[in-house]
């Protein structure tokens, strides 16, 4: 490397999540005294400590043995909203399900409702405040969704809200026009749809107001046959599908994403073995939702099947007021090395590696020459803290696009 670098980390443990996919789901690709060297914003360098001693750079970073981790990935957050959902969690305690709760109007329609009624700043506001909390712990790159709108204009200032966001973290919209039925429209549940199909998705496309196109496939939601032609006309216009499925029943979801070359199928908690093959052989990532499940005391997807079927396993904080009030990424996979058959160093990929697939994005959530310098390095030199603590693992620095965007001293 001749020319100057522009950041060099060096003295680090270099956690790189590069080894071959599926080769061995335990292998990190760790460098030990390692070092990482970064230019207009994309990794430049990466090998050893004493190979990086005759590089020349404007800035240098002695990180004193920490691990350095490719930014995480949080790839399914319902980060814009507003409204508490509090209530509904204490009757859900006191023996009512989300379910039943749904159908007499409240759950996700009341959400919608404080939704509507807020200013784009306010949204913004609470939405950014989230999101800093997810950059503390060395989340990099969320993805967001719409879908407590529902209606034209509502479903456009929450993708609005979204692009806006966008900084440290750097954001990726979905559209979740499909969440549930709105309520102005439950007795003509195939108007709104045809809304979502010819209006809303040709639209969302042709201004790039979002990447993705999320569907909520499940009771008291979006049955199969109008999934499709979502996922039809999302496709068609150039959105990648993804979904939430398999939540509360198997209503061959799953099967149906993979037709459809998704990038992934969230929840999972009901799969059968034909759909998890269909995913494997289609490359669809499966995203699993710890905090969902735990809030909703369900059991946990069977990760085993999955890895059986070839399936890739990413894990997301599901940020959303009814199901999953939780900022925390690395919390998540805590939880979910301690209810699944998940290793501690499997639970890092699913962050990184493997999330990247879940957004779709290639050039994030591994440590190698020319991918986008985002980084997040840790108070400890060894990577499997993430999972192991239950919560608030803080990022000490925090790089995005080679910047330094987060410091914490404490
Ligand atoms: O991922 N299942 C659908 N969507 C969310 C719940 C949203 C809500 O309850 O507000 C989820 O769990
Ligand atoms: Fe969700």
């Not at 496309?205 to 199969?224: N, P, Q, R, T």
């Not at 034909?274 to 969902?292: E, Q, S, Y």
Request: glycine letters at 8%.
């Amino acid at each position: 490397m001749r020319s100057e670098l522009d950041f060099l980390i060096v003295n680090a443990r270099v956690v790189s999540c590069t080894a071959p996919s599926g080769a061995a789901r335990n292998d990190l690709g760790i460098i030990d005294k390692g070092a990482v060297g970064i230019k207009a914003g994309v990794i430049a360098f990466v090998g050893t400590h004493h190979e990086a001693l005759s590089l020349r750079t404007k800035q240098k970073l002695d990180v004193k043995g920490r691990v350095v981790l490719p930014g995480l990935i949080d790839p399914h957050t319902h980060a814009v909203f507003e409204g508490s959902r509090i209530d509904e969690f204490a009757r859900r305690k006191s023996g009512e399900d989300y379910l039943s709760i749904s159908k007499s109007g409240g759950g996700i329609q009341s959400t919608v409702r404080a939704t509507r009624q807020a200013s784009p700043e306010l949204l913004l506001k609470s939405a950014k405040r989230r999101l800093s909390a997810m950059l503390r712990h060395g989340v990099t790159t969320v993805e967001v969704k719409s879908g407590y709108g529902l209606d034209v204009p509502s479903e456009l200032k929450l993708l609005a809200v979204a692009k806006k966001l966008s900084g440290a973290p750097q954001t990726l919209a979905t559209f979740l026009g499909a969440h549930v039925i709105p309520e102005e429209y439950c007795d003509e549940p195939e108007v709104y749809v045809d809304l979502i199909c010819e209006t809303l998705i040709p639209k969302i496309a042709k201004e790039k107001l979002a990447s993705s196109c999320d569907v909520y496939l499940d009771d008291g939601a979006y049955s199969y046959e109008q999934a499709e032609r979502i996922w039809q006309s999302a496709v068609a216009h150039g959105l990648k599908a993804k979904g939430h499925v398999g939540q509360f029943s198997d209503q061959r979801g799953a099967e149906l994403l993979a037709r459809f070359s998704a990038l992934s199928a969230d929840h999972l908690e009901h799969v059968s073995d034909d759909d998890l093959a269909a995913m494997g052989k289609a490359g669809v990532v499966a995203v699993l939702l710890p905090g969902a499940w735990l809030t909703l005391g369900q059991q946990p997807p069977d990760v085993e099947r999955m890895r059986y079927y070839g399936v890739k396993l990413a894990i997301g904080s599901d940020c959303n007021p009814g199901t999953s009030p939780c900022t925390d990424l690395p919390l998540c996979a805590a939880i979910a090395v301690r209810q699944c058959a998940m290793s501690l160093e499997e639970a890092i990929l699913a962050m990184t590696e493997v999330a990247s697939k879940a957004v779709g994005i290639a050039t994030i959530g591994k440590i190698c020459i020319g991918n986008q310098a985002d980084l997040a390095i840790y108070d400890s030199d060894d990577p499997r803290l993430l999972a192991y603590a239950l919560g608030d693992v803080k990022a000490r620095y925090v790089f995005i696009n080679g910047q330094l965007v987060n410091t914490n001293d404490g």
